[in-house]
């Protein structure tokens, strides 16, 4: 029998949903980042359920409450990484460049050579090799490029109805995307630094 306190705090499914609702989000989003900084720590080989799992501090069974499978797991984290490509991006300058460009140019490279970037690389290696992740990788791919082409032309005020502009925007993309790589192996700062500034020139001069 409920006392009037307990039908003033309302029927306790209620109560107590709420915190167990925030707990599970808070494991799964937990289980979201360690798959993320494992692929790019350890790569696809060493990122295993049980691995992951211990970098959260989550029991395996409480992973797999989450993610049934290994592709479950990292198929979600593919839109994860996504999203937070996505997000870094349209957070770079909140409050505009003013006509800096070639603080957007360091800006795009940084975010092709950090932990984002390495994490999703993983992936698409991943998905070359796992039918069940290629499909989802190329398609989130695909929106990101489209998102970061879009980002870097209002950042850079490029008028893509300009001859060769668009080009000299995707070439600046593929250039970051290029020197992302090359740092996945060895420390490269220091070419990536003198590149930087060649291709802010490059970009100045040709965006006028």
């Known amino acids: 029998m409920s006392t009037t306190a307990d039908r003033a705090r309302g029927p306790r499914s209620d109560r107590d949903r709420q915190p167990k609702q925030d707990r599970s989000r808070a494991t799964r989003q937990r289980l979201l980042e360690a798959a993320v900084a494992c692929l790019a720590e350890h790569g696809w080989a060493g990122s295993t359920v049980a691995v992951v799992a211990g970098r959260a501090g ?107 502009v668009r080009e000299t925007v995707q070439g600046l993309l593929d250039m970051a995307r290029g020197l992302g790589l090359a740092n996945v192996l060895t420390d490269d700062t220091a070419r990536r630094e003198r590149v930087v500034a060649q291709w802010a020139a490059l970009v100045e001069a040709s965006l006028g």
């Open 58 to 164: 989550v029991s395996r069974g409480a992973a797999q409450h989450h993610f049934p499978t290994r592709e479950d797991l990292f198929t979600a984290a593919v839109e994860y990484v996504a999203e937070e490509r996505s997000s870094a991006l349209r957070d770079l300058f909140p409050d505009g460049v003013r006509g800096d460009r070639r603080a957007v140019v360091t800006a795009l490279v940084d975010l092709y050579t950090g932990p984002l970037f390495r994490a999703a690389l993983q992936l698409w290696v991943a998905a070359s090799n796992e039918e069940q992740l290629r499909g989802r990788v190329t398609e989130l791919e695909a929106r990101v490029g489209r998102e970061t082409h879009r980002i870097a032309v209002e950042l850079l005020r490029a008028d893509e109805s300009r001859p060769g």
